[in-house]
């Protein structure tokens, strides 16, 4: 099955005026240029000053001329290719195509109980599966669909996580970093010849650290898509209001595509805005909330105006359950991150923030795509879809539409028909068993996992230059002391008795 996205064939939601717009941006160029940017790098800081910026070497702060900053987003694609290991689930991000793609958790949750638990690597490569299987998954993050699975060491989550999404899934996937884990990453997808994108993602307020710096070097030069992404808290780690928020979201966003364009001019760029407001009451973010979507829908109309691509529709709901609450949660972020024109939104599988992901929910969460891309798809007008004939023909009752070839013809093209959701009439339900949209994700689960296959699977030679890969990455780390003695034992317990990696 090839990679479905949606064009969007009407205007985008716009939020801001022009002149709001304009303010936000000379907002942006003088946070840059007046209070600068944190790089703990020393590599980062002298390219930037051969550049042409201020460099404070005592606080590793940059600061950045405007022409600097217009010249660097003007170098970044607006529409480009990405390839995936099947070529059929090859993308083309920019425009006004929107993909909809994964979320991940740290653990997984028990469905009667709602109690999470550290999956093992059968659930691991199950809900990667799932996700290969659904029509509207088009991306698969890092570390998804979890952060690990149970008798990994925590230093080889993300080595063992691609390897399991390269294995079992043929899609477009992508790759975080921890300890250098981006260089046996980048071998990985050389390896499955597809490509990675990876983030740089900003600490706010307005610093990146040494260890983003290094991996985003490794990317970039490797020929991979980076992510710029701001992960703000308004009124924790940024200005409590929306528009102080996206200014300081906005340079520290910025600031990672100089850095990318200096380093390789026309670096391919997707620019993330991952942020949220505080609850107050809490600390904690207000997973969940309209802020949310009023800020990305902002951003999205921002970066068009900038020209960049946007990953700018996050959809973590704040409920601990697959339930009403999560499902408005999602599906009003997921529809005005549609509406607005970002061109990839995340929605599947996430339950409360990062804390939880499940598979049962994510098939669920594909009926609320299906049902956003065929809105984005809009009303098709023509001389056959306006059935000026059939209508003349079928004329008054007791005339009707149900035997014409015209219904026959138009009513799946039309219509969109959710895979999980209950569709029957209320005595069919009765008769049937009474299951709501869980119990029949539930069985969908089960048939995926029984029935799917990735196509195509990964080759021997593939196979074993993964393996030797990760084989390297293992040793590599337990050199460094960063895997015990004891996650040793588990783990080569857990590689011998699950067959891995051929089974």
């Known amino acids: 099955m090839a990679i479905k996205g949606y064009t969007r064939n009407f205007p ?10 304009e303010q936000i941006h000379t907002g942006t160029l003088e946070v840059l240029k007046k209070t600068g940017v944190r790089f703990d790098s020393e590599k980062a800081l002298k390219l930037f ?24 987003l003007r170098s970044c694609p607006s529409r480009f290719h990405v390839r995936a290991r099947n070529h059929e689930n090859d993308m083309v991000w920019g425009g006004n195509t929107t993909y909809f793609q994964a979320l991940s958790g740290t653990r997984t949750v028990d469905l009667d109980t709602w109690n999470p638990r550290t ?45 399991a999404r390269l294995r079992n899934s043929s899609k477009f996937t992508c790759a975080g970093y921890s300890m250098g884990c981006e260089v046996f990453s980048i071998q990985l997808a050389q390896a499955a010849d597809t490509e990675l994108r990876t983030m740089m993602a900003a600490s706010p307020p307005l610093t990146f650290y040494d260890e983003t710096i290094d991996a985003a070097y490794r990317i970039i030069e490797a020929g991979f898509i980076l992510l710029p992404t701001s992960g703000c808290v308004y009124g ?115 339950m409360y923030g990062e804390l939880a992901f499940h598979p049962v929910q994510a098939i669920i969460d594909d009926d609320i795509a299906g049902m956003l891309g065929r809105f984005l798809e809009g009303v098709d007008i023509n ?52 299951k709501d949209c869980i119990e029949l994700a539930r069985e969908k689960y089960e048939e995926i996992c029984e029935i799917h296959r990735v196509n195509p699977p990964l080759t021997e030679h593939q196979e074993q230059d993964i393996e030797k890969i990760l084989k390297e990455a293992r040793e590599h780390y337990r050199k460094k002391g960063l895997i015990s003695d004891a996650e040793w034992e588990y783990y080569q317990k857990d590689i011998a008795s699950t067959g891995y990696p051929y089974e």
């Open 12 to 21: 985008p939601l716009k939020i801001l005026s022009e002149e709001q717009i």
């Open 49 to 72: 000053e051969k550049k042409g910026c201020t460099v404070d070497y005592s606080s590793n702060r940059v600061r950045f001329p405007e022409a600097l900053v217009e010249e660097s």
């Open 119 to 163: 999956p093992t690597r059968k659930e691991y490569y199950n809900g990667i599966t799932v996700l290969d299987a659904l029509e509207n998954v088009s991306i698969i993050p890092w570390y998804t669909p979890w952060f690990g699975f149970k008798n990994i060491p925590p230093v080889m989550a993300m080595p063992e996580g691609l390897a």
């Open 236 to 350: 924790g780690t940024a200005p409590a209001t929306i528009a102080g928020s996206l200014i300081s979201g906005n340079a520290e966003i910025i600031a990672g595509v100089i850095f990318a364009q200096l380093v390789k001019p026309g670096t391919r760029i997707i620019v993330q805005d991952f942020s949220f407001p505080q609850n107050m009451r809490t600390g904690a973010p207000a997973f969940g909330s309209i802020e949310i979507s009023m800020h990305q829908a902002a951003f999205s109309q921002i970066w068009h105006w900038y020209g960049v691509p946007t990953d700018g529709a996050v959809c973590y709901p704040n409920s601990k359950k697959i339930d009403y609450q999560s499902g408005y949660e999602k599906a009003i972020i997921a529809s005005i991150g549609a509406l607005s024109g970002t061109n990839t939104i995340w929605i599947h599988g996430a």
């Open 383 to 434: 001389n056959e879809t306006m059935a000026k004939d059939v209508i003349d023909e079928v004329g008054p009752i007791p005339g009707h539409y149900l035997n014409t070839k015209h219904t026959r013809k138009w009513w799946k093209k039309e219509q969109f028909i959710p895979k999980s959701a209950d569709r029957l009439t209320h005595p069919e339900w009765l008769k049937t068993g009474k």
